[in-house]
């Protein structure tokens, strides 16, 4: 009788130990990422390679003429100055843009939305 009452409770024990875990948080989840916007002027547009795995690029200079390069989410919108879905091969040198883009310590700046502001 000793016996199984000592295995009822430590069975009980570990289950116990089981359901009173932690959740495990891991880095990814801790880092969250912000949307930025930011108005600029294009000075040059990649399209990038699908067999390269690599995303097109937006190289731009903000007000201050600081340098920006941004690679272009896949599922990016990119609209025009009337509000109508383009592309980005209709983006230009010289055009002004409304990037909003999200950042993290570790990545590179990534174009969630290209808005054209004013054609070149």
């Known amino acids: 009788m000793k ?12 289950g116990s130990l089981c359901f009173a875990q932690e959740p495990v948080v891991t880095e990814e989840e801790t880092v969250k990422t912000k949307v930025r916007t930011l108005i600029c002027i294009v000075d040059s ?6 067999m390269a795995g690599m995303k097109p690029q937006i190289t731009a200079k903000d007000k201050d003429d600081k340098q920006w390069t941004f690679q272009v989410a896949t599922d990016a919108t990119i609209v025009d100055k009337n509000g109508q879905a383009t592309s980005l091969s209709w983006i230009a040198k010289g055009t002004k843009v409304e990037i909003k ?6 990545g590179p700046k990534m174009a969630q939305s290209v808005k054209v502001l004013q054609d070149w």
């Open 3 to 14: 016996k199984v009452v000592f295995l009822l409770l430590a069975v009980a024990f570990v």
């Open 45 to 50: 547009v990649s399209g990038g390679s699908s």
């Open 101 to 106: 883009y999200t950042e993290t310590p570790d």
